[in-house]
Each structure stands twice: as C-alpha cells, then as structure tokens.
C-alpha cells in the first residue's frame, strides 16, 4: 500500500463528523424538534416554569443539567479515535437540549425578550465563526479531524442551536405567524436553500451553515405546536411522551440509515 493511499485512509478515519446527506437532514431535523420538547419536558414540565409553582432558577436548572451534559459528551467525541453515528447524534441532542434551555434564559429570565436574545445570539453565532475562520482559514465541516476544530464546531453548533431556538419562539411569538406559520417560513426558506444547492454554485459552507441554523427554529416550532396548550395554538400533547416518541423515530433513523464520516478535502486531493 502506498504512503498516498495509507494517508488518505487515515484522515478519512480520522473525519468524526458525518457527511452532509438527506439523511444527515432528517435527523438533523428530528434531533432540534426532540432538543425542544426535552428541553421544556426538563424546565417547564419537571421544575414548573410556566406553572403556578416554578421554580426561580428553572431555565438556570436546565442549562446547566444539558450544559453538563453536553460538554461531556464533547469531550467524549474528541477522545474518539472515529465516526460513532449514535455519540455524535447524541452530542447534537445535548446541544439543541441546551440550546432549547440557553435561549429560554437569555429571552425570559434575563428578560430581554425574543428579539434581544436572538441579536445576542446571532453575534455568538457570527463571532464563533470569525474566530474560527481566523484560526484555520475555513469554516468547512469537512475540515473537522482535529481538536482544535472539534471545539470550534461544537461551540458553533451550540450557539447555531441556541440561536435557532430564539429564532422560532420570535417567529411564532413576536412576529405573530404561530408554530405552525412559523414552521411554514422556516420550511420554505430550507427549500430556498437547497434550490440554491441544486442550481447554483453558491458557497457551499454558507449554505451548510445558513440550514444548520435554520433547521433549529424548524424543530423548534413543531416542537412546540405539538406540546404547547391548544390556547396557545399547540395541540397540548404530553411533553415527556411526546419527547419518548420523537427519540424512538430518531434512533430508528440512526440505525437504518446508512452514514458515513465526511471526507477531508486532503483525502480527495491525493486520490486524484
């Protein structure tokens, strides 16, 4: 075998990110709507917020339970020498599950609303990216085969879903749309996205990012038309049975999808 060939298979090991298909969307989107109704199944189901009974610290609670959590689960996702489809999804739950919590108390515990913890976050969002960009001259997911650039892309992510969770609730609450017009907005503007894909030679880690996001605020909204109180537009389903269900159908698609890890653009390079 050549030192070419051996290289190649060694980044390609090496890559713990899987690559960008349409099932890396479906679950992506199972994932971020399971991140919303667990979240709230943590803080307003289990420590009372939106109840007569909350608790003072709930989001605060939350935060820190999926915090923790999540910077477990990232720590064990570096150590891992590869792709692990069921550590990596569960990485990603633990993200949207804080971000679901994190959005909530920047927008109703800090008490600056949808649209000031959306602005924050999109600042986090966009300042995790330059610092990102600056550091390695890309921001390219296939790029991911390093420390370093696990930590940039699981605080990117983290933020992306934080980000996403605002996004929805201001979309449903403020602009006055409701989940399922919000999920509307944010299901066309994917559409648009991958259109762009399809037909256009736009940038393909803008694109990437820019349905990252936006898938967040999709879950998000279906997430809460499924477990909110019909007085508030939401068909009142059971948040912990409603969470059971979505992460039975996830763990199916995990397991009957076929995922590979993503390929490092080195790996290419040599194989031509």
């Known amino acids: 075998m050549s030192t070419a060939s ?7 090991i090496l890559s713990k990110v899987p690559a960008v298909t349409l099932g890396f969307w479906i679950i992506k989107i199972l994932a971020t709507t399971l ?47 590869r792709f ?26 800090l ?21 990102w960009y600056l550091s390695e001259r890309t921001v390219s997911v296939n790029t991911v085969n390093t420390p370093r650039v696990e930590v940039f892309y699981w605080v990117t992510i983290t933020f992306s879903q934080t980000l996403g969770t605002a996004l929805g609730d201001w979309m449903a609450d403020d602009a006055g749309v409701g989940f399922l017009g919000g999920a509307a907005v944010f299901g066309t ?14 940038s393909r880690v803008v694109l990437f990012w820019t ?20 007085s508030h537009g939401g068909l009142s389903l059971s948040r912990p049975i409603a969470s059971l269900a979505i992460a039975v159908a996830m763990v199916a698609c995990i397991a009957l999808i076929p995922q590979r890890p993503g390929s490092h653009p080195v790996a290419a390079l040599k194989t031509s």
């Not at 051996?6 to 390609?12: H, L, V, Y």
């Not at 913890?117 to 990216?129: K, M, N, P, Q, T």
């Not at 879950?219 to 038309?225: I, N, P």
Request: no cysteine; charged share 10%.
């Open 35 to 81: 991140g919303e109704t667990g979240g709230d199944t943590v803080t307003m189901t289990w420590l009372g917020e939106t109840t007569s009974h909350a608790n003072p610290y709930g989001y605060l609670i939350g935060t820190g339970i999926f915090a923790l959590l999540l910077v477990v689960l990232i720590v064990l996702q570096i150590m891992a020498r």
């Open 111 to 131: 008490g600056i609303g949808y649209t000031g913890g959306a602005s924050a976050l999109l600042f986090l969002v966009l300042a995790s990216l330059a610092v």
């Open 84 to 109: 692990h489809p069921f550590l990596y999804w569960a990485t990603i739950i633990a993200s949207t599950t804080a971000g679901t919590t994190m959005a909530d108390f920047f927008d109703r515990s």
């Open 6 to 12: 051996s290289t190649t298979i060694t980044e390609q």
């Open 189 to 202: 503007a994917l559409a648009v996205v991958a259109a762009l894909y399809y037909w256009t030679k736009a």
């Open 211 to 230: 349905a990252f996001i936006l898938t967040r605020p999709l879950g998000a909204t279906v997430g809460d038309f499924l477990d909110k109180p019909f």
